[in-house]
């Protein structure tokens, strides 16, 4: 029997002796590699934090002391020692294992959100709040370089800094990357010291031949200790922490599991806030990870657990099509600049990178930084382009508002991800960005349908000077090509049906809706289905459209709750027409994680489901009645096309 067998809490790596341990700590990359390569996930990550993991269960004691991990993707480890191994065949499947902490899974896990630099402030309310109840348990942060890079971690820290009395441990995991390499000055500052690694091999070799000299050398021990402090300072993040009134240990190899459990007992006896900076390797142990330069297989699809090549090809997808066009766009546009927010290859700049190095700034983990000093490049005379995932934007909001907006400033932001995405869970869909855009005053959003209106839509984004534009696009393989009959006052036209129903599709759903509404003519119920492209403000050419037709259907993959349906229907209002409006959409509540397909699916947005439910609503079926046209007389409007 493997020790990986016989773990099924962290009480049972408690009792293990240390050569058990790095058996243990083998046979979890092992197990780790299998899983991951047959499921896809956070491989990277995850083979480098294996000892680190195994040192803070051991030192502290979960679930009473509080351990959370900053963005969840590196706590496979962390299930695997609190009995959640079998899960890991259905890793971020659904009804399998979260990719990230789940509080369902496990009175272990506290926070699922998988938005970085939040686990300084869950832990500082948590010690808080056991300081306040008299309960003597530790907050344990985990929290890496990446993450450390987002503005949330510095708020945190001056308050944790606060209290010198209370207990919170922060586990910084230096593995010197994001995806790419972790940028800015503090990644400076931690990569001084991960470059000189031998820094604390050579003082550890130091200390122990001085103290075995005779009283000499004690005092020339305490004596050159100051002139190590010293050095170390001068090379350390120690002086930014302490002066910030942080304990700082470290840095400590953080594959070394003697050194990592003997560093967090001097934080866990220590009582006040502690710095534990452990250097860390992504991939560490599976070298096809260890090679991979670009992102250290931050993340993997399906590959094959010898090589580490994907099992099958990608295909094209929204974002490699943006990519292309926007390194265009850069030839033509020597003002376009590009932002990433320490997402460089996802979100599609890496060769826009590669092709104009001075022209694409990677800010960190920093969104809200991101935003603002977009509408500082603009007010420069340039035309930033922020390229973000549409969940991330949530945290640049204000920012968006207030910054770029208000300031009526050209910036596009091009929103990777947009709609659902399943498999990483409730915090990663795109179902919020057009709710929260919609309240932008003067903001334009796009929602291409496909690779050709994606080009075009982001090239007419770009060339808007006076305010913000938006580009939202799907996660996965991209819809080639969905052609138009025509274009009315900017709005296409992909299917014409009759004046049944005029069913409006948002962005990629442009293809689903003229399958459902092929389904639907097969019933004898006509639709004309019709791209708005421009979606935020509401097109209107749309209004003009939806007076001639006795129901209006709007169709897209983004939240109900003040989405594009919602603007639409308050529109009509505005132009007091009491046509009957149904709008399909992402319902307002947290999903579990799933593919994508299987989440749309669950969601009733699906062709079959769609022309179900027209169908219902035109044959004014009980339960899904649909009042005949009534259009408000008006001289300025056309009459309705049937009564
Ligand atoms: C607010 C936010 N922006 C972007 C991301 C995407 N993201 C997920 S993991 C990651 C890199 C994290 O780096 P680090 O914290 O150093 O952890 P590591 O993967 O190196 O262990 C990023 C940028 C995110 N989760 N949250
Ligand atoms: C945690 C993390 O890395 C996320 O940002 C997520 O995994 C991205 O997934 P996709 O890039 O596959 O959408
Ligand atoms: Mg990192």
New binding site residues.
């Given amino acids: 029997m493997t020790l990986l067998g016989s773990v099924r809490s962290p009480a049972d790596i408690k009792r293990l002796k240390h050569a058990e341990l790095v058996q243990l700590a083998a046979e979890i990359r092992r197990f780790l590699i299998e899983k991951v390569s047959r499921t896809g996930g956070?491989l990277?990550?995850n083979l480098?934090?294996v000892e680190l993991t195994l040192a803070v269960h051991r030192v502290f004691d979960s679930p009473r002391d509080a351990v959370v991990f900053?963005?969840g993707?590196?706590a496979y480890v962390h299930k695997i020692i609190t009995g959640r191994q079998e899960g890991f065949d259905r890793l971020r499947k659904r009804g399998g294992l979260s990719g990230y902490p789940s509080r369902s899974e496990s009175d272990h896990d506290l926070v699922e959100n998988?938005?970085?630099?939040t686990a300084l402030s869950y832990a500082d309310g948590l010690a808080r709040s056991f300081q306040l109840q008299g309960k003597r348990r530790h907050a344990v942060a985990i929290?890496?370089?990446?993450?450390?890079t987002?503005g949330m971690c510095w708020e945190a820290l001056n308050n944790i800094a606060a209290d010198q009395e209370r207990p919170v441990v922060i586990v910084v995991?230096d593995?010197g990357?994001?995806?790419a390499p972790?940028i800015g000055g503090l990644a400076e500052h931690l990569a001084a010291l991960r470059l000189n690694p031998s820094y604390e091999k050579a003082l550890e070799s130091g200390r122990r031949t001085l103290r075995n000299l005779p009283v000499v050398g004690r005092s020339l021990y305490t004596g050159l200790h100051a002139a190590k402090s010293g050095i170390k300072d001068a090379i350390s993040p120690q002086v930014m922490f302490s002066d910030l009134g942080l304990k700082y240990l470290g840095p400590v190899d953080g594959h070394d599991l003697r050194a990592m459990e003997h560093a967090l007992q001097m934080a866990r006896s220590f009582g006040g806030p502690v710095i534990v900076h452990a250097v860390t390797r992504?991939g560490n142990g599976f070298a096809p990870a260890e090679n991979d330069q670009a992102e250290l297989m931050?993340q993997v699809k399906v590959i094959d657990p010898e090589t580490g090549l994907p099992t099958k090809p990608a295909p094209t997808s929204w974002t490699d099509v943006y990519s292309d066009e926007l390194v265009r766009i850069g030839a033509e546009r020597p003002d376009v600049v590009a932002i990433t927010?320490?997402?460089l290859g996802?979100t599609g700049l890496r060769k826009f990178a590669e092709a104009y190095p001075d022209r694409c700034i990677d800010v960190g983990?920093a969104?809200q930084h991101g935003m603002t000093a977009a509408a500082g490049l603009a007010m420069g005379g340039l035309h930033p382009v922020f390229a973000v995932?549409s969940t991330?934007l949530n945290?640049a909001f204000d920012q968006l508002l207030m910054d770029v907006a208000l300031h009526k400033q050209p910036v596009t932001v091009t929103l990777d991800r947009s709609g659902i995405t399943g498999d990483d869970g409730a915090s990663h869909n795109g179902m919020w960005d057009l709710s929260i855009l919609g309240l932008i005053p003067g903001i334009r959003v796009a929602a291409p349908r496909d690779a050709v209106t994606l080009r075009e839509e982001l090239r007419e984004a770009v060339a808007v000077d006076d305010g913000p534009t938006v580009l939202r696009f799907a996660k996965g393989s991209v819809i080639e090509e969905v052609p138009a009959l025509e274009r009315v006052g900017g709005v296409d036209v992909l299917r014409r049906g009759g004046n049944d129903v005029l069913l409006a599709a948002v962005g990629a759903f442009g293809k689903l809706a003229v399958a459902a509404a092929d389904r639907l003519a097969a019933q004898g119920v006509g639709v004309t289905v019709v791209d708005p492209r421009w979606v935020v403000p509401v097109p209107s050419t749309l209004v003009e459209m939806a007076a001639e037709h006795r129901l209006v259907v709007t169709l897209e993959d983004g939240g109900r709750h003040g989405g594009f349906g919602s603007a639409l229907a308050a529109a009509l209002r505005d132009a007091e027409l009491d046509v009957p409006l149904r709008d399909l959409a992402v319902p307002n509540r947290f999903l579990d994680h799933a593919s994508r397909e299987e989440v749309l699916a669950e969601l009733g947005l699906t062709e079959e489901t769609i022309a179900t439910r027209i169908a219902d609503w035109v044959a004014d079926r009980p339960g899904a009645r649909v009042a005949p046209l009534r259009v408000a007389s008006s001289p300025d409007r056309p009459e309705a096309a049937n009564g």
Avoid at 114 to 117: L, N
């Fill in positions: 956070h990277g990550p480098g934090a900053d963005t993707h590196q998988s938005h970085a630099s929290v890496g370089d990446g993450a450390l987002g995991n593995n990357r994001s995806y972790t992504k931050h927010a320490a997402m996802p983990i969104e995932y991330f945290r």
